[in-house]
């Protein structure tokens, strides 16, 4: 029973780490709805900041700028790759709000359920069904 | 009305603060948080108030849409043209450490100046591509108008 | 760019990636349409030169290893040219030049004039962060330019002529950018167990930690997340569409490259970084490889048979040869991975004629359903007849590049004693033999349907030939491929650890 | 640790909003948690950066998109069994992954030994910018900034190419 509380005390941020990247990836994969689907991704992609961020911190230090008179700083590199995640984040957002908003134009919709019907439906000798659109990122790692 | 033009003076009041605070931030970025991305949103950030407040015929006036279309190749090509230039200077790519000689003899370099030459000119090429991106994009969703269906 | 002193050769690393990315901030600048293809051709055309100069130095002296910034690994980031990844280098260069010197005409019929110097930008883009994927020795950089690639992708597929193209771009920006994070994870975890980015410093570090866990798990995510991208078996689904609805040089180079590179990752993770050991003796990886390679090579040739969209046949067909590349890592020996590699290179040169191919007939009479090409084979003769040279390749028939690879496969498997794999290879064949046959009897039996309503550009018939003459050449001089393929497998199965 | 608590709070007020409208405010009241968690985290020009972009331009940015596009999202149309499986699943190796993490917050680590700490120890007599953030940023890791950057350029490109309208059509 220590041991899972003393797991549970040091791992904190990461437990809070996972749910949210849980959140996240539901969100994409549950939701029909294009914006709402991107909103998850942003979180789902925010979520995995804190695990790059979390290990970096160190108790007792400072930020990573140099001043006179003090000892530890919190590791910097971390931080550098998160601002590129960020940056890249954001990006992809921007690409997929613009294809959302062509989407809406081109379908007069954004759900992506009554989109895919509509799709097969231009396929129409399709004999195969078409797929989900979501696949099943688990699959290879279990 | 009223609202409006309370909204008007505070942001005619606010907006050459935040670009202040924007060339600040890029500026001060060797010393404290910042840096050119950061400062690239913020400048981004006021254009973008000014739109919404005065529409965004006023806001391309101010910054056209040509500009914003040089503005976002322009940083990276600065950024990649100081790689070049480390190149030509006879070390790796984006090394800035061989960015200026010391003194007169060639082989020599000022390390330390050079670093801070080369994160500065590489700060202006993110500030110049983050803020014409951003502004791209958002002159790119204002511009569209609902379509009618 | 010559500068007293400057010597081109030692920066050959930094300028394959950095010729392209130039060449498309220029043409982003520029937005002249003529321009921008003259310069996208000539950036294109100066990529495989440099490949094949780096090949060659790797060959004469040994991994070449260029620090960025002049900070050494692993402080900075460092370019690292070995045998795999130069193959794959010139390679990607290699498709990305005969894709570029086939697209002015293209593009010009499938995209809006204001748009197409923009689009030559995506192309080049596209085609550095490939190259950058390929060269690079850094975890996070690989990252980095995984994204510059995969959002030009995006792009060049969204700018398809037909409204769904849009779903499929959605499709795949999303499904990508889950498969970016995973990776992201995975790289994350590996990080915070050993402290390193650079790739050959983890290859050392890996056996450090206590706890083989978390390493275990960043490995589990970013195989799967590099899954995503290559589309193996389950995780395919956004690759159909994305194949069928995109212009066609886009897909004719994202066919050929874009999965390629995927699986050189795989590679490098697998073999060069944590090692046969690792990889193999720790986790059931090669158990699970075995079983979606397999299920691929059945179900999406399977799926292939019944399309109606010829691009989305081929689409399928890519799925299922992703497959052989797989099984080829699976199985874990010399003559496996050496079918596997030779089965890459082979594939990306047979997909991308079948692919321009299909594009000569669309710009010809603009029909992508199957139906609509009965009879295509007697009134674009010179066009189908390099389709059916590139779909014997495909199935694999002696004297193509396709049978080369698909030998070293049943070699290996044959070595391993694993009959049923042989079994598998040749019922996966017979289903080619299916739907490659599909198209031929419509194309040559059937009465002509569609008028031709112009004759395909020459220079777009042309490359299209130099790929279906490639397709023999590498079927009956299998030295170059298979002997560079050979070496890659070799260094790959030593790992760096070793070596 | 409360602000951790908090996030994960609003995460499922997003995840079972339906008015899009909402769940954009409520996406921007996260990032603005995230980046005070960031700043507890010393990830002083992160935290900055996320304001800025999570709260700032992509709430603008996802308000022009529902401004064009619709605010309603309509009721899900399968189960959410899969959905729940996969996501569990992922859950379950993440676990597995973290469980041997170091504890949080300790300097022996390999992640603040290795590399990390030779940034701090180089950076002052290299560069003489006092914060490392930037110089590692800028110089040791220069290029990954040049790739950043080029992501947004080719963003930037992408929107234009698609959402442009050219004045002859």
Known sequence: MIDWFEALATHYNYWITIALMMAGLYIVVARSNMIKTLVGLGIFQTSVYLLYLSPGKILGGTPPIMAEGIETYSNPLPHVLILTAIVVGVATLALGLAIVVRIHEAYGTIEEDEITTVVDREDFSDPEPEPEPESDPEDSAA | MILDVILRVAAKLFIPFILMFGLYVQLHGDFGPGGGFQAGVIIAAAVILYAIIFGKDAATRAVPEWAVRVMIPMGVLIYAGVGVWSMLMQGEYLNYNVLLHAGEKIGTYDAVHGQHWGVFLVEIGVLVTVTGTMLGIFYMFAGRGRPDD | ????????????????????????????????????????????????????????????????????????????????????????????????????????????????????????????????????????????????????????????????????????????????????????????????????????????????????????????FITVGIGLKLAIFPLHLWLPNAYAFAPTVATAFIASTATKVAVYLLLRFLFSIFGVDYTFGLTPAAEILMILAVLAMMVASFNAIFQVNIKRMLAYSSVAQVGYMILGIALVSEAGLTGGISHLFNHAIIKACLFLAVGCVFFSTGATRIDGLAGIGRTMPLTMGAFVIAGLGLIGVPGTAGFVSKWYLIQGAAEAEAWWLVVVIVIASVMAVLYVGRIIEVAWFQEPAAAVVRKPPPEMVAITWVLALATIYFGVQTEISAGVAAEAARELLAGWRQG | MVLLTLLAAITVGIIRTRNLFAVVVLSGAYSFLMASVMIVLDAVDVAMTEASVGAGISTVLVLGALYLTKIHEAPPRYSAVLPMVVTAGFGAVLIYGTWDLPPFGTAVQPVNEHVGALYLERNMAEMDIPNAVTSVLASYRGFDTLGEVTVIFTAGIGVMLLLKRWRTS
Request: aromatic share 10%; charged share 10%; hydrophobic share 55%.
């Open chain 3, 1 to 220: 760019m010559s500068a007293p002193g400057l010597d081109l050769h030692a920066h050959l690393p930094a300028l394959q990636v950095m010729v392209p990315l130039i060449g498309s901030v220029i043409c982003a600048l520029v937005r002249q349409r003529h321009v921008c293809a003259a310069i996208t051709i000539g950036c294109s055309v100066l990529m495989p030169v440099i490949a094949f100069a780096l090949l060659w130095q790797v060959q004469e002296t040994g991994t070449i290893s260029y620090a960025m910034g002049g900070w050494a690994p692993p402080v900075g980031i460092e370019y690292r040219v070995d045998a795999p990844n130069a193959f794959l280098l010139v390679l990607v260069s290699i498709m990305g030049a005969l894709v570029a010197l086939y697209a002015p005409r293209s593009v010009a019929n499938e995209i809006r004039p204001e748009s197409q110097g923009w689009y030559y930008s995506m192309y080049l883009m596209c085609m550095a962060g490939l190259l950058g994927m390929a060269i690079t020795g850094d975890a996070f950089n690989v990252f980095v330019f995984m994204e510059i690639s995969s959002l030009a992708m995006y792009t060049l597929i969204a700018l398809g002529t037909e409204r769904r193209a849009l779903v499929a771009a959605f499709q795949y920006l999303i499904i990508g950018t889950i498969g970016a994070t995973f990776y992201v994870i995975g790289v994350g975890l590996i990080f915070t167990m050993t402290g390193s980015l650079n790739l050959y410093d983890i290859s050392t570090l890996i056996w450090e930690p206590d706890s083989t866990r978390p390493v275990i798990a960043g490995l589990a």
